[in-house]
């Protein structure tokens, strides 16, 4: 099971290798493709992985830290190979395998055995609510990505073509409005879990109010988007905004406030 985590590991690294060339050569066509059918070789590696680890455990695996990591990369490569086939951006290839590289380091940092799940989490509710929260996780991840390049190729002297700028600012778009169905999801199957597990839909777990401050920033986002026709830098920074309050909900709240959640640590 190790190896076809460390295949992963090696297939994003040699993807990344081959999208940094794809932007610093001539030979863009060849590169970028290669770049595409090696990434997509790691998501296979990886979608191998998380099938063992399930049935070794018995269970999903997305109930720790080191688990719910992987399943992070696993979704934006995934929903990044996906939009790729309609939307070629060499530049965020880069940085999707190189985000893919940097949390699967981060990852292999913490223990990677199969513990039993706590009773709180013996529920099917699991698999829905993180395996939705995580898609919409992903799809707001690749939207902080080209956001971000977004902002690097519009600053003042940039030589960029407005094609590319137009392309990230529709990527954009398209995965927040992905990601914010599916974190919708995540939230109303959460509040059912935690009926049927605690007693009531809603407590305001800090685990839960950042998880709704991040859904009303991407809501926030949406509106301006298409009711109040933003469109540049300022939509771009509400997508940064938003990424950074999901880090927060992901990583602050485990670590920095105690709650019900705590045991995600």
């Given at each position: 099971?190790?190896?076809?985590?460390?295949?992963?590991?090696?297939?994003?690294?040699?993807?990344?290798?081959?999208?940094?060339?794809?932007?610093?050569?001539?030979?863009?066509?060849?590169?970028?493709?290669?770049?595409?059918?090696?990434?997509?070789?790691?998501?296979?590696?990886?979608?191998?992985?998380?099938?063992?680890?399930?049935?070794?455990?018995?269970?999903?695996?997305?109930?720790?830290?080191?688990?719910?990591?992987?399943?992070?990369?696993?979704?934006?490569?995934?929903?990044?190979?996906?939009?790729?086939?309609?939307?070629?951006?060499?530049?965020?290839?880069?940085?999707?395998?190189?985000?893919?590289?940097?949390?699967?380091?981060?990852?292999?940092?913490?223990?990677?055995?199969?513990?039993?799940?706590?009773?709180?989490?013996?529920?099917?509710?699991?698999?829905?609510?993180?395996?939705?929260?995580?898609?919409?996780?992903?799809?707001?991840?690749?939207?902080?990505?080209?956001?971000?390049?977004?902002?690097?190729?519009?600053?003042?002297?940039?030589?960029?073509?407005?094609?590319?700028?137009?392309?990230?600012?529709?990527?954009?778009?398209?995965?927040?409005?992905?990601?914010?169905?599916?974190?919708?999801?995540?939230?109303?199957?959460?509040?059912?879990?935690?009926?049927s597990a605690w007693g009531t839909y809603w407590s305001w777990d800090p685990k839960e109010t950042w998880?709704?401050?991040?859904?009303?920033?991407?809501?926030?986002?949406?509106?301006?988007?298409?009711?109040?026709?933003?469109?540049?830098?300022?939509?771009?920074?509400?997508?940064?905004?938003?990424?950074?309050?999901?880090?927060?909900?992901?990583?602050?709240?485990?670590?920095?406030?105690?709650?019900?959640?705590?045991?995600?640590?």
């Open positions: 099971m190790n190896h076809a985590f460390n295949l992963t590991l090696i297939g994003y690294f040699t993807a990344l290798l081959l999208a940094a060339a794809n932007l610093f050569t001539r030979e863009q066509r060849r590169f970028a493709t290669a770049a595409t059918w090696v990434l997509t070789a790691g998501a296979i590696a990886q979608t191998t992985y998380l099938v063992l680890r399930w049935v070794a455990a018995g269970r999903a695996p997305f109930s720790n830290m080191f688990e719910s990591l992987v399943l992070f990369v696993w979704a934006v490569v995934v929903i990044y190979l996906a939009l790729q086939m309609r939307h070629k951006i060499p530049v965020l290839g880069a940085t999707t395998a190189l985000l893919a590289v940097l949390t699967l380091a981060y990852a292999s940092t913490f223990e990677m055995k199969i513990d039993p799940l706590m009773p709180a989490l013996r529920s099917n509710w699991l698999t829905v609510h993180v395996f939705t929260c995580f898609l919409g996780y992903g799809g707001v991840a690749l939207a902080f990505l080209s956001s971000l390049v977004y902002l690097i190729v519009t600053r003042n002297g940039s030589t960029a073509r407005p094609q590319i700028a137009q392309a990230l600012e529709l990527v954009t778009e398209k995965t927040i409005s992905f990601g914010f169905l599916f974190i919708t999801v995540g939230i109303i199957s959460g509040a059912v879990w935690a009926n998880s709704l401050i991040t859904w009303f920033i991407y809501a926030v986002f949406l509106h301006c988007r298409f009711m109040r026709g933003w469109r540049g830098k300022r939509a771009a920074w509400i997508s940064v905004i938003g990424f950074a309050s999901i880090v927060f909900t992901y990583f602050g709240v485990n670590y920095l406030l105690s709650g019900l959640h705590s045991y995600a640590n």
